[in-house]
């Protein structure tokens, strides 16, 4: 920072401060200059420093030296050139333009990087399912069979899984993903509202080995003990339904994984919903209430409609995540490859799958075909993340409208 | 009389729909506090100072995390380093140089795609690109495997950092003569630094606990390894494999692990958030 005594230093030594060492408070007043200001405007130098209290002492200072010299002038003067002659200033811009130049190109650089990345995602998965390409052409996505001894593979299993697991997991966690957000958007005391939305989004971040381990070891214990059995004594004696809930319970199975997977994505619907929730402008919420609807009325009718498109982005957002999530399905989905009616049966996922088996896989073709689910795996995820992104730009360009 | 009994109905379903919202909530919460109960009770039973100072144990006999540890630490710290400068400039290409470009519109897009990409086809993108080729599992593959995580989230955290320094700032340095590169490193990085920094840390916690992208990179190693080249092992795969195992002390193991790094991951999260807020109340 610099104080008054410093500006006066300089001044009676008649040297320029440097300027870099100016920017560091400007950077500080800069918010403020551009509010009282009004607009940031070209001569931001200026009001930048005519607003920031403790350079204003010295001010008229400052835009007197500033009028006489530009920062060639100043970077020379850090390197102590006594006289400046116009060789040396025309150096010091020259200077300036090939870093401004090469900066310039290093950060265009990375950002072609970013999509060299995904190319090269694609290409050498794509690569690496070639043989297996060749070997099963489109029969490898309808067929059901995965067997090592015979070199026989097919994705159809592992597809199933992670459709299903996934369609579990939505249909558990959207509707209690989105009361949550209508609880801490509408009803929960202003109180609670910060730390508990806070708490939401913390747990978004936990590990989801850690979702696996307690699924391994709590969950699918407690499912097989009470849960499961409950089920088939309800439902087993339903034509129809008891398809769904045939065979014995072993806790792992494909339900298990498709709850494990809804705690896991609920914190990202809930975090997601409330912040499009909360930009719902509230005279449209306040103008509801006041023609005499309950809260509920609000939340089906004004709130919901609002912010359907930043919903359906934020839900399509989580089924990416649960598509592709891999730890948390890999403990509790019981690793079989088969497509089972009943959701008590073991089953697996693409990812899963992959998780298991790469490191074991023998021969060329084994590992290429784990590659190749892989790449299904992504093109998946890939188009759901896409629609989105899209839903979700959609709505941020409505709320700057 | 029959407005009355509409109202009445109204409210009925008013207050269903109420009760509905709240045990959402409710449900909710408790399974996610359920789940931080159980990490603690079971994580802290396996606690102790051998978990710290020995390697992992072979089967039925007890030992620590030490190696496990040991090897996080280096690869995502690896990571962290290989992916950050990447992330960074390509993120201040997005906010500054190429701001209101289809190309920047392109990479934004790509960018929020690999974000939110799973992370075991980074697994098997690096082990394509470098296992393969080598011939071997190495710590140097799982870094990098930990670095292709990095770079989208810390381009969109710097993208939306940088966003919000005022654009008077530049204006400011620029109509000084500063040429865009010293704007942009003078004024526009110094006023987003809470901002950049909570972007790493956020990049930190979420490789800390990555599974899927390690296991067929930087593969496991039983034995205590600080050298690139060799398998190396990692506390989330050892957790893998621990809890999968028949044996009791390797379970009591895994917990241990898990709670360490649900522990890193929270106390990282919270350091960032009272970052970012601080940057916010300014």
């Known amino acids: 920072m610099l104080s008054f005594k410093k500006l006066e230093h300089f001044r009676t030594q008649n040297r320029y401060p440097l300027l870099l060492k100016m920017l560091s408070p400007l950077e500080k007043s800069g918010a403020k200059a551009k509010d009282e200001s009004g607009s940031a405007n070209s001569i931001g130098a200026f009001t930048a420093l005519k607003y920031h209290d403790r350079l204003w002492f010295g001010g008229e200072f400052l835009v007197q030296a500033l009028e006489q010299m530009t920062l060639a002038d100043i970077a020379m003067e850090s390197g102590r050139v006594a006289y400046i002659s116009a060789g040396q200033r025309a150096r010091v811009l020259r200077s300036f333009k090939f870093r401004d130049a090469s900066f310039h190109g290093l950060t265009l650089a990375a950002a072609l990087a970013v999509l060299i990345l995904l190319g090269g995602v694609i290409v050498s998965l794509f690569i690496g399912a070639l043989p297996a390409i060749k070997a099963f052409g489109f029969g490898f996505l309808v067929t059901e069979s995965w067997n090592p001894v015979t070199n026989r593979f097919g994705a159809m299993a592992p597809v199933y899984g992670t459709l299903i697991t996934s369609a579990i997991a939505m249909l558990v966690a959207v509707p209690i993903g989105l009361g949550i957000a209508v609880f801490l958007t509408e009803l929960c005391p202003p109180k609670l509202r910060r730390p508990l939305g806070i708490a939401i989004e913390l747990l978004a971040g936990i590990p989801s080995i850690i979702y696996g381990i307690w699924g391994l070891f709590v969950f699918a214990p407690f499912l097989q003990q009470y849960v499961q059995p409950t089920l088939i004594g309800a439902f087993g004696s339903i034509p129809g339904l008891s398809m769904l809930f045939a065979g014995p319970p072993y806790g792992i199975g494909i339900l298990t994984a498709g709850i494990v997977l809804a705690i896991m994505v609920l914190p990202y619907i809930s975090s997601i919903s409330r912040d499009v929730f909360e930009a719902v402008p509230p005279v449209l919420k306040e103008a509801a209430y006041g023609v005499g609807c309950t809260t509920s009325e609000v939340v089906r009718k004004v709130v919901i409609p609002y912010a359907r498109a930043g919903v359906v982005g934020g839900v399509m957002l989580a089924l990416g995540r649960a598509l592709g999530e891999t730890m948390a399905v890999t403990f509790v989905i019981g690793n079989a490859h088969r497509i089972s009616g009943s959701l008590f049966a073991p089953g697996t996922t693409i990812s899963a799958t992959i998780a298991n088996e790469f490191t074991e896989a023998v021969g060329d073709l084994y590992t290429s075909s784990l590659i190749e689910l892989g790449l299904i795996l992504f093109v998946i995820t890939f188009i759901v993340l896409a629609a989105a992104r899209y839903m979700l730009m959609r709505i941020e360009r409505k709320a700057q409208v | ?282």
């Open chain 2, 1 to 282: 009389m029959r407005g009355m009994k509409i109202y009445e109905a109204r409210r009925h379903r008013n207050k269903i729909a109420v009760v509905l919202y709240y045990s959402a909530a409710v449900f909710g919460i408790t399974w996610l506090v359920l789940i931080l109960f159980t990490l603690l009770r079971e994580g802290v039973g396996g606690l102790s100072l051998s978990v710290f100072t020995q390697n992992t144990p072979p089967p039925g006999s007890a030992g620590g995390l030490l190696n496990a540890i040991v090897g996080s630490l280096i690869m995502t710290g690896l990571g962290v380093a290989f992916g950050t400068p990447i992330g960074l400039l390509a993120g201040t290409y997005l906010a500054e140089y190429g701001r209101g470009t289809y190309l920047a519109a392109t990479v934004r897009f790509i960018n929020d795609i690999l974000l939110s990409a799973p992370s075991i086809i980074v697994g098997l993108f690096v082990y394509e690109i470098m296992v393969a080729p080598m011939g071997h599992f190495s710590g140097i593959a799982g870094a990098v495997a930990l670095a292709v995580i990095v770079v989208p989230v810390v381009v969109r955290t710097t993208e939306d950092m940088l966003r919000l320094v005022p654009g008077g700032l530049r204006e400011a340095g620029t109509a000084l003569g500063m040429p865009r590169v010293l704007v942009i490193s003078r004024v526009a990085y110094r006023a987003a630094k809470a901002g950049l920094i909570t972007g790493m840390l956020l990049a930190v916690a979420r490789i800390s606990g990555e599974t899927a992208p390690l296991l067929f990179t930087a593969l496991n190693n039983q034995f205590f390894n600080a050298n690139l080249n060799e398998p190396m092992p990692s506390l989330s795969v050892v957790i893998y494999q621990f809890a999968l195992s028949p044996y009791r002390d390797w379970q009591k193991l895994a917990w241990a692990g898990a709670l360490l790094i649900t522990f890193a991951v929270l106390a990282l999260s919270i350091v960032a958030r009272l970052l970012g807020s601080r940057k916010v109340a300014q």
